[in-house]
Structure formats: structure tokens, C-alpha cells
């Protein structure tokens, strides 16, 4: 591990900041040299001053010595070339940035490192740094999808031009992103001003063996729910829980849960308001929310490979992250565990030694099922 080259993925929507902290990083006297990879250059690309032009088109040359290539085809091949120069001499960095474009879903790129054998051989995804316009972040979050997985996917959300925002309309969209992912802690970073420990060294997407999951971090006061019977197949209301995974995004529901079509006026449950408009209640009905599985119990590991396996063959392309420690049968060392989309991962951490032992595990996704989830890891559990 020690020998892998680290990467952090920096995304966030348009006009978020994401250019403006990554100027920051490579202007910070931090003695690290840095490869920086960009999807696209545009009017926000790279401080002029910063690049100094050499021979390679898809080679720029910074002036504190980092280096910068454009994306002109497979990323994957991209990183591999660049670790080919490195090892011939020819680039001199140690770790990797990757700034994604303003509308794209993060998981294609954190996938790179999980389906490219000889990617994953050679770099670590360090975390995934999603940064939030704290002006126009409620906005963009009702209105895109992407923006929504972009903060699901996050290991640190960082709200930046909170200087100039209104106070109680940052509040709204810091227990807004909370809700979406609990586990990312969202820092404050106007106009890229943030301590680099914050973004790099962060162990975010590949998890420490000593890390601890809290069982308790989504408990929250909920909301009253609006009264009326839900189905079986339905995880929730108002509150802030799934309703059935089968729900298409262009459907329209209220927050209590009834199907509406384009021509209903209304209907009678209480507190009852538009679907697009997002007040205080609204804001808990993202596409995008997290939950937790927690067992004292060993997983037998061939149950639990096989659900694991099913389960995202079914909702694999709505599952964005997923990470936990497992308490494994056949042995005394901590199992761990992380998954994005269909592409899992799974390494040895360290002996339990005294700490009981016990499986947390943290899913973040577009609607997932989480009563049927959990009920079927449950039947993955030794006897």
C-alpha cells in the first residue's frame, strides 16, 4: 500500500468552486509534488500562471513542479501512461488529483480504480472531495441528479461561499446534505481556503482497518409522518425513508407518499405541498440517502459473497457507496469491506485483540430497499 500512488477525485457542480480549491492546493507551500488530471479545459481551468508549455500537448509542466494532463480518451489509459513516466523518471509527482467535469457522476471515475487490474495495482483512491455552492446548492440539488450523487459519493463536503450566503439558508443545506450522507463531514472552504489535511491523507475511500462505524449516526428527530397505510414494499413516508425502489424519478409524489399524475390539483393528506418545492420537510425527500446494517454476529462468508453479488445485480447502478468492517467466520482479523455500483472490494485489517467483534456497514444510494437489504444480510449470518 505504502507504495501505491494516492488519488483524490475533487467534484462538485458548476460554478461550485471546484477549480478555485484546486488552485489553492497547488499554489500551498505543502513540499508535495502533485499530477493533476482534468477532464476538460475551460474558462475555469488552471491558473495561466501556474503552467509553464513544454513539447507534450498532454504533458503541461506547473511552475512549483507539478504536472497536468487533459483527458483525450480512456482514463484508465491515462493513468497508466503516467505512472509508466513516472517509473522511467519522466514525471516527477506523488500523488494524483483528478477534477471531475461540473455535471458528471463521480462513480464512472471511482470505478477506474476497481475494473483496471493494472490501475488498481499501481494507485489507492485516497477520498472523494465534493464541493457544495452554499448560494445555489439547494437549487442545484432539486434540479440535478448528478449533484445529488456527486454529494452521496463524498467522503468531505466542502460548502464554500458560506461568507456570503445567508445563514439560515446554510443551515437548511448543511442538514440537507447531512441527510444525504451522514458519514462526509461538511467543512467550511470560501474561495478554496482549507487546510490540506482536509483534503489529502484522508483514508476516506479506502477504510482504515481501526476505523469505527457509529450504528447510531442517522438517528434523528423525525418528522410526524403523514397518516395513512403504507404497502408492504414500501420503506417509509415523510420522513425521510424510501419508498418503493420501482419509483421513476419523473413520477410525481407528494411527500406522504401517493402516486399523482400530472392532472391531480392536490391531495388530502396533511402538510401536503408541491413536490418540487423543497421547504423544511421537503429538503428529506432527495432521491439519495444513507443507512446502516448492524449485527454482533459472524457472516458466514459464502452467504454473504452470494447475497452481495445478487444484490447489486439488482440495484447495482443506484448503490453509490457502500463501506463497512465485517465480522467474518473462519477468522480473527477485522474483514474490510467498500463497494461502488457493481464493483466491491474486500482486504484483510487487523486482529479483533479485545474489541468485541461486530459488522457495521454504511449503504448510500438512490432509493434502495432498505428493509429487504437488511433483512437479507441477516440471512448471510452464521448460525
Given at each position: 500500500?505504502?507504495?501505491?500512488?494516492?488519488?483524490?477525485?475533487?467534484?462538485?457542480?458548476l460554478?461550485?468552486?471546484?477549480?478555485?480549491?484546486?488552485n489553492?492546493?497547488?499554489?500551498?507551500?505543502?513540499?508535495?509534488?502533485?499530477a493533476?488530471?482534468?477532464?476538460?479545459?475551460?474558462?475555469?481551468?488552471?491558473?495561466?500562471?501556474?503552467?509553464?508549455?513544454?513539447?507534450?500537448?498532454?504533458?503541461?509542466?506547473?511552475?512549483?513542479?507539478?504536472?497536468?494532463?487533459?483527458?483525450r480518451g480512456?482514463l484508465?489509459?491515462?493513468?497508466?501512461?503516467?505512472a509508466?513516466?513516472?517509473?522511467?523518471?519522466e514525471a516527477?509527482?506523488?500523488?494524483?488529483?483528478?477534477?471531475?467535469t461540473?455535471?458528471?457522476?463521480?462513480?464512472?471515475?471511482?470505478?477506474?480504480?476497481?475494473?483496471?487490474?493494472?490501475?488498481?495495482?499501481?494507485y489507492?483512491?485516497d477520498?472523494?472531495i465534493t464541493v457544495?455552492?452554499?448560494?445555489?446548492?439547494?437549487?442545484?440539488l432539486?434540479?440535478s441528479?448528478?449533484?445529488?450523487?456527486?454529494v452521496?459519493f463524498a467522503?468531505?463536503?466542502?460548502?464554500?461561499?458560506?461568507d456570503?450566503?445567508?445563514?439560515?439558508?446554510v443551515?437548511?443545506?448543511?442538514?440537507?446534505?447531512?441527510?444525504i450522507?451522514?458519514?462526509?463531514?461538511?467543512?467550511?472552504?470560501?474561495?478554496?481556503?482549507?487546510?490540506?489535511n482536509?483534503?489529502?491523507?484522508i483514508?476516506?475511500?479506502?477504510?482504515d482497518?481501526a476505523?469505527?462505524?457509529?450504528?447510531?449516526?442517522?438517528k434523528?428527530?423525525?418528522?410526524?409522518?403523514?397518516?395513512?397505510?403504507?404497502?408492504?414494499?414500501?420503506?417509509?413516508?415523510?420522513?425521510g425513508?424510501?419508498?418503493?425502489?420501482?419509483?421513476?424519478?419523473?413520477?410525481?409524489h407528494?411527500?406522504?407518499?401517493?402516486?399523482h399524475?400530472?392532472?391531480?390539483?392536490?391531495?388530502?393528506?396533511?402538510?401536503h405541498?408541491?413536490?418540487?418545492?423543497?421547504?423544511?420537510k421537503?429538503?428529506?425527500?432527495?432521491e439519495?440517502s444513507?443507512?446502516?446494517?448492524?449485527?454482533?454476529?459472524?457472516?458466514?462468508?459464502?452467504?454473504?459473497?452470494?447475497?452481495?453479488?445478487?444484490?447489486?445485480g439488482?440495484y447495482?447502478?443506484?448503490?453509490?457507496?457502500?463501506k463497512?468492517?465485517?465480522?467474518?467466520?473462519?477468522?480473527?482479523?477485522?474483514?474490510?469491506?467498500q463497494?461502488?455500483?457493481?464493483?466491491m472490494?474486500?482486504?484483510?485489517g487487523?486482529?479483533?485483540g479485545?474489541?468485541?467483534?461486530?459488522?457495521?456497514?454504511?449503504?448510500?444510494?438512490?432509493?434502495?430497499?432498505?428493509?429487504?437489504?437488511?433483512?437479507?444480510?441477516?440471512?448471510?449470518?452464521?448460525e
Amino acid at each position: 500500500m505504502d507504495k501505491m500512488i494516492p488519488v483524490t477525485i475533487i467534484t462538485g457542480f458548476l460554478g461550485a468552486g471546484k477549480t478555485t480549491l484546486l488552485n489553492r492546493i497547488l499554489k500551498e507551500e505543502h513540499g508535495q509534488k502533485i499530477a493533476v488530471i482534468e477532464n476538460e479545459f475551460g474558462e475555469e481551468a488552471i491558473d495561466s500562471d501556474l503552467l509553464v508549455t513544454n513539447e507534450d500537448e498532454e504533458i503541461i509542466t506547473m511552475s512549483n513542479g507539478c504536472i497536468c494532463c487533459t483527458i483525450r480518451g480512456d482514463l484508465a489509459e491515462n493513468l497508466i501512461k503516467l505512472a509508466e513516466r513516472k517509473e522511467r523518471g519522466e514525471a516527477n509527482f506523488d500523488r494524483v488529483i483528478i477534477e471531475t467535469t461540473g455535471v458528471a457522476d463521480p462513480g464512472p471515475v471511482a470505478q477506474t480504480f476497481f475494473m483496471d487490474e493494472a490501475v488498481s495495482e499501481k494507485y489507492m483512491v485516497d477520498g472523494i472531495i465534493t464541493v457544495v455552492d452554499a448560494i445555489n446548492g439547494t437549487r442545484t440539488l432539486n434540479e440535478s441528479e448528478e449533484a445529488q450523487s456527486q454529494v452521496g459519493f463524498a467522503d468531505r463536503l466542502l460548502l464554500s461561499k458560506v461568507d456570503i450566503a445567508d445563514k439560515e439558508v446554510v443551515q437548511d443545506l448543511t442538514d440537507r446534505l447531512h441527510h444525504i450522507n451522514p458519514r462526509a463531514p461538511i467543512i467550511e472552504c470560501n474561495m478554496g481556503n482549507i487546510d490540506i489535511n482536509e483534503v489529502l491523507d484522508i483514508h476516506g475511500f479506502n477504510l482504515d482497518a481501526a476505523l469505527e462505524l457509529d450504528p447510531d449516526f442517522l438517528k434523528e428527530e423525525a418528522p410526524e409522518c403523514c397518516e395513512h397505510d403504507h404497502h408492504d414494499h414500501e420503506e417509509g413516508c415523510c420522513c425521510g425513508h424510501h419508498h418503493d425502489h420501482e419509483h421513476h424519478p419523473d413520477d410525481d409524489h407528494c411527500t406522504c407518499g401517493h402516486h399523482h399524475d400530472e392532472h391531480d390539483e392536490g391531495c388530502s393528506c396533511h402538510d401536503h405541498h408541491d413536490h418540487h418545492a423543497h421547504s423544511t420537510k421537503a429538503r428529506y425527500d432527495d432521491e439519495i440517502s444513507a443507512f446502516m446494517f448492524h449485527s454482533d454476529k459472524p457472516f458466514d462468508p459464502a452467504r454473504l459473497d452470494s447475497y452481495m453479488r445478487s444484490l447489486t445485480g439488482v440495484y447495482g447502478p443506484d448503490m453509490l457507496r457502500y463501506k463497512g468492517v465485517l465480522y467474518m467466520t473462519g477468522t480473527n482479523r477485522k474483514m474490510i469491506f467498500q463497494g461502488v455500483h457493481m464493483l466491491m472490494a474486500a482486504d484483510l485489517g487487523k486482529p479483533w485483540g479485545d474489541e468485541k467483534p461486530s459488522s457495521k456497514i454504511v449503504f448510500i444510494g438512490r432509493r434502495l430497499p432498505k428493509k429487504s437489504i437488511i433483512q437479507g444480510l441477516e440471512t448471510c449470518l452464521a448460525e
